[in-house]
């Protein structure tokens, strides 16, 4: 059976597009009809690209990225929509320019279908999004609109960002690939910032491989991100395959084991012996990070951090910010300059013990939340992804089983600092073992 355009891959349609099987256009108002029946029921968006419906023929059968339709985290800036970061403070901001990584998708002819619903700031309050699994759970946060257009089939691929778990939580809630890489590899030039030290472009996608082409085409040194790393690695000529040799594993269980619940565990443990029966060298790391430190001091960073990016709105409309946000930068506001200083010095040394763990294994594994996704009051707990965010490493999240509830579990993979071509090669390899291949059922589809 053919597999329906709203659930096929990036690499599946460029396919059908190049080969003139499918026209931009036809693609385009498929998904825009599907958009259109579902959003009610779903809220992605904030804002649709008023020029979609003349979308038309291919420019550049060079790019895998031609006429692909994608949706943007409502904190890029885009010249041609409102960026409203789902704040009142912003509802009719227009930047006028393009974000980098914006720019870079436009340049390879991706067709932005427009922009979809953040947590206000891109913090922890929760959103109108729905998860098309059970509305009544969490589709997580914050690149709630993002996670969740991919997972029902508006759209084949997503931005989104992560400066604690605002990536890896969603895509394991929604039952999709969500990918962060090495900080400071892809611009953040031109996004609303949370916390400059942590903040880390992102993606959502139906495969691995999908999340790598989008790689190939959004890395790269850019001079006006003061933390873009001017690297020797090429990304353009290649899309990595399965490796032939399965890799070496080291699963972190302390503090993983004690925070999960038991279908999480249960389910991790099954996983973990299919891998090895698949061939994977699996052992327990040796490694005992101090998590309630990491935890603290990634605390201490974002909120310090975010306080200084909305001070001055913050003085002027502190009643404009939703609760989680405002207890942020209040917070934030009152931390002594040394709890600071004494933070960053602590996530310099826990990257370098994080580097020197990877050293020892192609990845390392652990349950990317906690649980499937809790109720809709809450956006879950971001503690899972915050220690990798902290230490700067490329990460991703794999669907691989349902919970007891019927809700998807994910699997949070990853490897050293500008590996990540490797890792996603790894995580290939984990993808092609599992299978992953449900699908929400959504009241109207």
Request: charged letters at 20%; a negative charge.
């Amino acid at each position: 059976m053919e597999k329906p355009l709203e659930y096929s891959t990036i690499e599946e349609l460029s396919g059908l597009l190049s080969s003139s099987k499918l026209s931009p256009k036809e693609l385009v108002l498929h998904l825009l009809e599907r958009s259109e029946r579902l959003d009610s029921l779903l809220n992605v968006w904030v804002t649709i690209n008023p020029d979609l419906e003349s979308t038309n023929s291919i420019h550049d059968n060079t790019s895998l990225l031609d006429g692909i339709p994608m949706g943007i985290k409502d904190i890029y800036c885009t010249k041609d929509m409102k960026t409203t970061c789902c704040s009142p403070i912003y509802k009719t901001y227009n930047p006028g320019y393009d974000a980098q990584t914006v720019k870079l998708l436009r340049e390879a002819n991706t067709v932005i279908m427009g922009k979809t619903v953040t947590t206000q700031f891109a913090c922890g309050d929760p959103p109108p999004t729905k998860n098309p699994w059970n509305f009544s759970r969490t589709p997580g946060g914050s690149s709630s609109g993002s996670a969740v257009g991919v997972a029902s089939g508006i759209f084949p691929a997503a931005l989104g960002s992560q400066t604690a778990g605002s990536v890896l939580r969603p895509a394991s809630y929604n039952g999709i690939v969500g990918f962060k890489p090495t900080y400071g590899l892809v611009s953040r030039q031109g996004v609303f910032p949370v916390a400059l030290s942590l903040d880390t472009m992102g993606w959502f996608t139906r495969s691995v491989r999908d999340a790598t082409i989008l790689l190939r085409y959004l890395a790269g040194y850019d001079p006006a991100d003061k933390d873009s790393k001017n690297i020797d690695l090429d990304f353009t000529n290649t899309v990595p395959t399965i490796l032939p040799t399965p890799p070496s594993i080291g699963i972190v269980e302390n503090f993983y084991y004690e925070n999960s619940d038991h279908s999480t565990i249960d389910n991790f443990k099954i996983l973990l012996e299919t891998l090895s029966e698949a061939g994977a060298m699996i052992e327990v790391t040796g490694q005992k990070f101090n998590f309630d430190q990491i935890i603290k001091s990634h605390k201490t960073i974002m909120n310090c951090e975010a306080s200084h990016t909305h001070k001055n709105n913050h003085d002027l409309r502190p009643d404009d910010f939703a609760p989680k946000v405002r207890e942020i930068i209040e917070d934030g506001l009152r931390t002594p300059t040394y709890e600071y200083i004494e933070a960053k010095r602590f996530q310099q040394e826990y990257t370098c013990q994080v580097s020197e763990q990877l050293e020892k294994y192609d990845v390392l594994i652990m349950p990317t939340a906690m649980s499937g996704a809790p109720t809709a009051e809450t956006t879950g707990q971001p503690v899972f992804q915050a220690p990798w965010t902290m230490a700067g490493v490329p990460a991703i999240s794999l669907p691989y089983e349902l919970d007891d509830d019927g809700m998807p579990l994910g699997v949070q993979i990853i490897s050293n600092h500008f590996t990540d071509l490797k890792l996603l090669s790894d995580a290939m390899w984990i993808e092609e073992v599992v299978n992953f291949t449900h699908k929400p059922s959504i009241p109207d589809d």
